[in-house]
């Protein structure tokens, strides 16, 4: 685990970890070639890791969307939320699952001017739209989603996913997450 996994609290040391901590964390490093620093950042309060770990799989892995859709949505919030980590390491799975080296950066950027469909970009409008002013979310938003072909399930998946990177955006700022530098190039091959 990177000691610069982020800046304002120490990273615990591995061997100091629950069992069950250093499990998840060998089975991502096994999956993705290393440790991603969110997961040695977040160890800091195991039962906080357990928890975020637990929804975010939940969310991920149980979701209607696509996980192109899922990462696309990270984005955006992230890139409106000016959150370095989830920029850079899921701007890396978005260009992954979109088999897309250019998508990313158009999503951080503007997401408005990102080259997706028009469903795709009211997607992302109503997921910004949550993120930046969820008390003016109402059910033409939600009404519009449904025209544009996404089932009530999506519809509940996107504001899900989308209320959950806010908390991850807002946690990763503040403790200073830092990215690994192999998620600035992954997925950027074509």
Same mark, same amino acid.
């Given at each position: ?49 357990? &928890?975020?770990? /637990? ?42 699952? &979109? ?76 403790? /200073? ?14």
């Amino acid at each position: 685990m990177n000691d610069d996994a982020m800046t304002r609290f120490p990273v615990p040391d591995y061997d100091d970890l629950p069992d069950d901590l250093r499990e998840r964390i060998d089975a991502e490093t096994e999956r993705a070639g290393f440790t991603p620093n969110v997961f040695a950042a977040l160890a800091y309060a195991p039962d906080q890791f357990r &928890a975020f770990v /637990d929804f975010h799989d939940a969310l991920v892995d149980g979701t209607s969307l696509d996980r192109e859709a899922v990462e696309m949505i990270v984005v955006a919030v992230s890139g409106v939320n000016h959150c370095y980590y989830c920029n850079v390491a899921h701007g890396a799975l978005v260009r992954i699952y &979109a088999d897309d080296p250019l998508l990313a950066d158009q999503l951080v950027a503007n997401y408005r001017t990102a080259d997706v469909s028009d469903e795709r970009l009211l997607m992302l409008d109503v997921a910004v739209k949550l993120t930046e002013r969820p008390w003016e979310v109402t059910q033409a938003d939600l009404d519009r989603l449904a025209e544009a072909g996404f089932s009530e399930r999506e519809i509940w998946d996107i504001g899900a996913i989308t209320a959950f990177f806010n908390l991850s955006n807002r946690l990763a700022s503040f403790a /200073d997450m830092r990215p690994n530098a192999e998620f600035h190039t992954l997925g950027r091959e074509t």
